[in-house]
């Protein structure tokens, strides 16, 4: 049960002394994980004045109108009042959910996020749930943008990159203090299902995460209980990832950055992600189930699905639903609607991103722009066979 030491663990999974005061998230203890931290990220910094001086003018006429709409890409809340009939409970609690989202960095997981937002927000039976989004990459960039006024610090030395696997411990820091937020919001009832927008790459990451959701689910001064679902987002092809790595050269990290340095900085970014990244899977699935039935004392619902390649690949092997027996009503719809969406996410959304993509690589071919053609140095065959050792050295090719 939580508060016990798991060290007796059979399987391994979890070591780690653990209990509710240790947390990111006590309620018994004020002053939980980094408060300063977490006050400085609820500052909104200088995103939107930044954002109105965008740099690349003529290029990002080039980015298709659906995507460059940054509603897409900014945290969406929903205010839809609740309506309590639809409340169900575990232990007594009053269920939310929260979305864990897997991903390395440009596959789309904010901009599905977005699409699954839009989804449930259209669906009946979950439009009365308030959605929002936890994006670590944005709470980095506003704890950063207050201590040092840039968007992002570019660096070539491995010590000063926050990407290196070198640094990781700052990289934990900032998703703790995102997770720390996500977990304040519920326990405030300011929102009914938290998308925790990180890649989440490492199974240590996870690890954590659940260890986390355990602690608050069990904590007696929560209200709410966390049903927790895994989203996988995968892409595998290669003008996906080269299109998609484009858009992200004009995001907030790199507004004050020219296109070549900006498209050779997120390559070198993927490359560091791709060497320690650990894609979910059912093993991971099992042990995290049976941690959350041991700790929590409880048949414990669990979810998992995936969105490869915009959709277009099925996923249905991959995806997994675990019901506990007692499980309510309302449990049961938000996964419906979620499982829906995610086996129709190519007819819904993943078409038009392709077309946007065949387009841009039909203009890009009659276009000789400079910056059309650092793109093509840096994104090259050289950097997709690289990226290929690196998943092979990793053990998941
Ligand atoms: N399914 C999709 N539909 C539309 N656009 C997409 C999709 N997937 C990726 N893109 C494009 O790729 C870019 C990167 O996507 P996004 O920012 O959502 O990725 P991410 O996985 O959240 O990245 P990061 O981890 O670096 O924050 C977006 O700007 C968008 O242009
Ligand atoms: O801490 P994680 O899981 O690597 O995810 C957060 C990082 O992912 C990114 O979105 C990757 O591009 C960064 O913006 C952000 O800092």
Same mark, same amino acid.
């Given at each position: 049960m939580c508060g016990s030491s798991d060290s007796d663990s059979h399987d391994g999974y979890l070591t780690s002394?653990?209990?509710?005061?240790?947390?990111?998230?006590?309620?018994?203890?004020?002053?939980?994980?980094?408060?300063?931290?977490?006050?400085?990220? #609820?500052?909104?910094?200088?995103?939107?004045?930044l954002l109105g001086n965008h740099k690349h003018p003529m290029l990002s006429t080039e980015i298709p109108r659906f995507i460059s709409n940054d509603a897409l890409h900014s945290p969406i809340t929903l205010n839809y009042k609740r309506d309590n009939d639809d409340v169900t409970y575990t232990s007594?609690?009053?269920?939310?959910?929260?979305?864990?989202?897997?991903?390395l960095p440009a596959t789309g997981k904010s901009t599905i996020s977005s699409h699954l937002i839009q989804c449930l927000k259209n669906n009946p039976l979950t439009n009365s749930l308030r959605c929002k989004v936890f994006n670590a990459g944005k709470i980095r960039?506003?704890?950063?943008?207050?201590?040092?006024?840039?968007?992002?610090?570019?660096?070539? #030395?491995?010590?000063?990159?926050?990407?290196? /696997?070198?640094?990781?411990?700052?990289?934990?820091?900032?998703?703790?203090? #995102?997770?720390?937020?996500?977990?304040l919001e519920i326990n405030n009832d300011d929102c009914d299902v938290g998308i925790f927008d990180a890649t989440n790459s490492t199974i240590e990451r996870r690890k954590f995460i659940f260890e986390e959701v355990c602690s608050f689910n069990t904590d007696e001064l929560s209200t709410f209980n966390l049903v927790p679902i895994v989203l996988q987002i995968s892409c595998f092809n290669r003008d996906f990832i080269k299109y998609n790595?484009?858009?992200?050269?004009?995001?907030?990290?790199?507004?004050?950055?020219?296109?070549?340095?900006?498209?050779k900085d997120f390559a070198k970014r993927l490359k560091h992600y791709y060497s320690q990244f650990t894609p979910f899977s059912m093993d991971e699935f099992n042990q995290?189930?049976?941690?959350?039935?041991?700790?929590?004392?409880?048949?414990?619902?669990?979810f998992f699905f995936n969105v490869i390649n915009a959709g277009i690949?099925? /996923?249905?092997?991959?995806?997994?639903?675990?019901?506990?027996?007692?499980?309510?009503?309302?449990?049961?719809? #938000?996964i419906m609607v979620v499982e829906n969406f995610i086996n129709h996410y190519s007819q819904m959304f993943g078409f038009e991103y392709i077309e946007s993509v065949k387009l841009f690589f039909e203009k890009f071919e009659d276009n000789h722009e400079e910056t059309l053609t650092a793109l093509d140095s840096v994104v090259n065959d050289e950097f997709f066979n690289d990226l290929e050792e690196l998943i092979e050295n990793n053990g998941f090719a």
């Open positions: 002394d653990y209990n509710s005061s240790n947390s990111l998230f006590s309620l018994n203890n004020g002053n939980s994980y980094s408060s300063a931290s977490l006050d400085r990220a #609820t500052f909104d910094c200088q995103d939107s004045d007594g609690k009053i269920n939310k959910f929260m979305i864990v989202l897997i991903g960039r506003q704890i950063s943008c207050a201590t040092i006024s840039k968007p992002l610090l570019l660096s070539n #030395t491995s010590s000063e990159d926050l990407f290196n /696997p070198k640094n990781t411990d700052k990289k934990e820091a900032y998703a703790r203090i #995102t997770l720390q937020k996500l977990f790595i484009h858009n992200k050269s004009f995001n907030e990290d790199y507004l004050d950055k020219p296109y070549e340095l900006a498209i995290i189930h049976k941690y959350i039935n041991q700790h929590e004392e409880i048949d414990a619902s669990l690949v099925e /996923p249905h092997s991959l995806n997994h639903s675990y019901y506990p027996s007692t499980c309510g009503r309302q449990i049961r719809d #938000t």
